[in-house]
């Protein structure tokens, strides 16, 4: 038996429970899809609305956004289906993903946060990770059982809230901001 062979059928154990680094990790790519599908949504809806918007930055955030309710989608099917789906249609939607987010930078570098647009591109990079993996092995990904880790998908979602929550805030305020590079003050009197 090779040593690869021996790798595959025996399952490392800690205390009696068999952990494996793919039900741990399985649930990454599906989250990072959602954080990166959340910030490029808020991206695009802000280049859509704003209005100072030149023709091409609405077209580009119409482009964002779509990528961002694809990216979501991919995530929650990724997650239902306890696999990779598409995953080389999935590469082609990050390179796109990532395109256009640099793409809205350089057309409205005022208004779009470069911050939101790392974190963007840090989270479609991890999904495209994921996935060139999944293509390179040259098989389909498999089915990763109910086991699918519910510590990974909890440590997924704090990193991914520690991450992009600031992203989507700093999107807020790359659009609110005025010309002289302050922000107006919003008070709710009576309330």
Do not use: K, N
């Not at 039900?23 to 991206?43: H, I, K, M, N």
């Not at 995530?75 to 082609?92: E, F, N």
């Not at 999944?134 to 998908?153: E, F, K």
């Amino acid at each position: 038996m090779t040593l690869q062979q021996h790798i595959r059928t025996a399952a490392p154990t800690e205390v009696g429970v068999a952990v494996r680094p793919a039900r741990f990790t399985g649930s990454w790519p599906s989250a990072a899809a959602w954080g990166a599908g959340l910030v490029q949504l808020a991206l695009g809806a802000g280049a859509i609305v704003s209005a100072d918007s030149s023709t091409a930055a609405r077209i580009v955030g119409i482009v964002v956004a779509l990528l961002g309710a694809a990216a979501f989608a991919w995530g929650c099917a990724g997650l239902a289906l306890s696999r990779l789906v598409a995953p080389r249609t999935a590469l082609a939607g990050v390179l796109a993903g990532v395109l256009a987010l640099f793409a809205l930078l350089v057309l409205a570098p005022a208004r779009a946060s470069v911050f939101a647009v790392a974190i963007g591109t840090v989270l479609l990079i991890v999904v495209g990770a994921f996935c060139a993996a999944a293509v390179r092995r040259g098989i389909r990904p498999r089915d990763a059982g109910s086991g699918r880790g519910v510590i990974g998908m909890l440590l997924a979602a704090a990193v991914l809230s520690a991450l992009v929550t600031p992203a989507l805030g700093a999107t807020q305020d790359g659009y609110l901001l005025r010309d002289d590079g302050t922000l107006p003050v919003i008070t709710h009197e009576g309330h």
